[in-house]
Nanobody, 115 residues
Framework: QVQLVESGGGLVQPGGSLRLSCAAS????????MGWYRQAPGKQREWVAE???????NYADSVKGRFTISRDNAKKTVDLQMNSLKPEDTAVYYC?????????WGQGTQVTVSS
């Protein structure tokens, strides 16, 4: 299994941008489905985006057109470029690696969108 560490969170004004990165260690990274999830205070964790080993990409409707997921298998990283951020994007963002039946999560990185 892979171990995951997220980075890149912070405070940004509405309309701004942030780029999150998830670094993986361990073998077989290129075979994993990589995903980003988020959890806002008092809410359940929700799926944001995913990128398969075959480069199939899917986004939640709430972020479609604003967020872009990408991966670099050589560097074992998956990024989430977030543009046109809104206050409702405020959450802890988590990276997830899935290769059935295994799944790993990172520790999360805080994103706060506020003026």
């Amino acid at each position: 299994q892979v171990q995951l560490v997220e980075s890149g969170g912070g405070l940004v004004q509405p309309g701004g941008s942030l780029r999150l990165s998830c670094a993986a260690s361990g073998s077989g990274f290129s075979h994993y489905v990589m995903g980003w999830y988020r959890q806002a205070p008092g809410k359940q964790r929700e799926w944001v985006a995913e990128l398969s080993s075959g480069n199939t990409i899917n986004y939640a409707d709430s972020v479609k057109g604003r967020f872009t997921i990408s991966r670099d298998n050589a560097k074992k990283t998956v990024d989430l470029q977030m543009n046109s951020l809104k206050p409702e994007d405020t959450a802890v963002y988590y990276c997830r690696a899935t290769l059935e039946p295994y799944s790993s999560w990172g520790q999360g990185t805080q994103v706060t969108v506020s003026s």
